[in-house]
């Protein structure tokens, strides 16, 4: 085989230029359990006075068992040791809330103990109190995929649906974690109130912040992935498919020759 055609090869086969792969760490999808279907994350436990119960939903058009709440209610995962560390994360919700209208806790970083942390606010997705988005794309009781991200240098970024929201830098530690632990939906204690019911279909944290291809490449809610999986979403620079495209020419043009060789 020619050299070309061997490094051509290779070359897509490891995905070497410009491929980013991040682990998925933990896979909560609520098919009557509140275990991860992938790696060693702890099973998510109930938080809150009322009941939490799994019910049958459409999800995206498609019938599917999720997590309902109450108002008050949530979820915790603890510890998030081994999940993913306090400051470098990505983590994924696919959930609904009844009551979208003032401030609806989505992601609570603090143990309760502050009012920051990841809301709904009147349709718009908003991390309290440092940045906020300019639209209004989360409506009640309508699925939407709600991605946080936080990367190496307290660069925080918010989507919903795969679009970005806002971004903003964490130098102050809003988006940290602190206790080793996470809480969906409840409310904190310190200005309590703002939650609402709801229900989830699938949560994901991810062990490093996702760029904004690989949010936007995302699945919502299909099948289990298998363990120790990783989202790939390889992408080619300018200079790399210029490189690609000429040694393609050279295959080409190294066949013709080849046709027309005496034996």
Same mark, same amino acid.
């Given at each position: ?16 230029? *410009?491929?980013?792969?991040? @682990? ?20 998510? +436990? ?6 939490? =119960? &799994? ?5 995206? /058009? ?11 209610? /949530?979820?915790?995962? @603890? ?7 306090? !400051? ?6 696919? @959930? ?6 003032? &401030? ?7 143990? =309760? ?7 709904? !606010? ?8 440092? @940045?906020? *988005?300019? *639209? ?35 130098? =102050?530690? /809003? ?14 204690? +310190? ?13 994901? $944290? ?21 363990? =120790? ?11 790399? #498919?210029?490189?690609?495209? #000429?040694? #393609?020419?050279? $295959?080409? #043009? ?10």
């Amino acid at each position: 085989m020619p050299f070309a055609v061997r490094f051509i090869l290779g070359l897509l086969a490891f995905g070497n230029v *410009g491929n980013a792969l991040a @682990a998925l760490t933990a896979d909560y999808q609520f098919q009557h359990t509140l275990t991860s279907t992938v790696g060693a994350a702890p099973a998510l +436990t109930d938080v809150g006075p009322g009941t939490n =119960g &799994f019910a049958i939903e459409t999800v995206d /058009g498609k019938n599917r068992t999720v997590l309902t709440f109450p108002r008050g209610n /949530g979820l915790q995962l @603890a510890p998030t040791t081994g999940v993913t560390t306090s !400051s470098t994360y990505t983590i994924v919700l696919l @959930a609904r809330l009844l009551d979208t209208t003032n &401030f609806r806790r989505y992601i609570d970083f603090k143990n =309760g103990s502050s009012d920051t942390g990841l809301y709904n !606010s009147s349709g718009r997705l908003v991390f309290y109190d440092f @940045a906020q *988005g300019a *639209g209004t794309p989360i409506t009640a009781n309508s699925y939407r995929q709600v991605v946080i991200t936080r990367d190496v240098t307290a660069t925080v970024v918010g989507y919903v649906d795969g679009v970005q929201q806002f971004t903003f830098n964490d130098s =102050g530690g /809003g988006g940290i974690i602190t206790a080793n632990t996470l809480r969906f939906f409840v409310d904190d204690a +310190t200005v309590s109130g703002e939650d609402s019911a709801g229900a989830v279909a699938r949560i994901r $944290v991810f062990d490093t912040a996702l760029t904004p291809d690989q949010v936007a490449a995302l699945g919502r809610a299909p099948a289990p992935a298998p363990a =120790g999986a990783v989202v790939p979403v390889p992408t080619l620079s300018p200079i790399a #498919l210029l490189v690609l495209m #000429l040694l #393609l020419g050279a $295959v080409v #043009l190294a066949a013709g020759r080849a046709r027309r060789s005496p034996r």
